[in-house]
């Protein structure tokens, strides 16, 4: 009979974990920038964005939270990535199947967009001597406001929108040669 206070005993305290547990999982706030996942197709090749999604919250975003002429991490939180399973052309340069992260330098009328073989870092750990690919893009007006941070695959290539912004990229999947 003294196996009935032991059992009591452990429910009570079995119940009390899960009790807290629970409540403390329903206090839990959004991510400020949850995470992400853009994926399409360009021609044949797979192409998966991974980023985090900041949120505009009444700032200005470019020249301001984002200023001008700096490396940007492209996103929030960790490194935002691209992974493609075969070779694209980037603004007519080549980018090898892989992964990479994506920084950009943002001006008022051009965008630089980087392609750095460095992943898994931190979104602030810029090593500019892993540079795979450097390209320009032109950023347009978005034809609507955008309160998150979000990248689009696109048949023509890759778009990342945020607040009244567009940059967009264009891509193609590399022609594989013909045997003849």
Same mark, same amino acid.
Not at 115 to 136: A, C, I
Not at 161 to 171: D, G, I, K
């Given at each position: 009979?003294? !196996?009935?206070? %032991?059992? %009591? ?21 959004? =991510? ?7 994926? #399409? =197709? ?14 505009? !919250? ?7 939270? &984002?200023?001008?002429? =700096? ?18 052309? &980037?603004? #007519? ?19 630089? &967009?980087? %392609? ?15 540079? %795979?690919?450097? &390209? ?19 048949? =023509? ?24």
């Amino acid at each position: 009979m003294k !196996k009935k206070p %032991f059992l %009591f005993s452990f429910f009570m305290l079995l119940s009390g974990i899960l009790f807290a547990a629970t409540a403390v999982a329903q206090g839990a706030k959004p =991510k400020a920038s949850p995470p992400a996942t853009s994926t #399409g =197709k360009i021609g044949n090749a797979t192409i998966t964005v991974n980023y985090s999604s900041p949120a505009v !919250k009444e700032r200005q975003i470019w020249g301001g939270l &984002v200023p001008y002429g =700096k490396v940007w991490r492209a996103g929030a939180n960790e490194a935002t990535t691209l992974e493609t399973d075969q070779d694209l052309t &980037v603004e #007519g340069k080549l980018l090898p199947a892989g992964k990479y992260s994506i920084f950009a330098i943002p001006g008022e009328d051009q965008w630089t &967009v980087i %392609f750095n073989k460095q992943t898994g870092q931190w979104g602030t750990r810029y090593d500019e001597s892993e540079d %795979f690919l450097r &390209v320009t893009a032109k950023p347009v007006k978005s034809k609507s406001f955008n309160e998150r941070l979000a990248y689009e695959v696109t048949p =023509k290539g890759l778009v990342l929108r945020w607040e009244n912004l567009e940059v967009p990229v264009r891509m193609s999947a590399k022609k594989a040669k013909s045997k003849a």
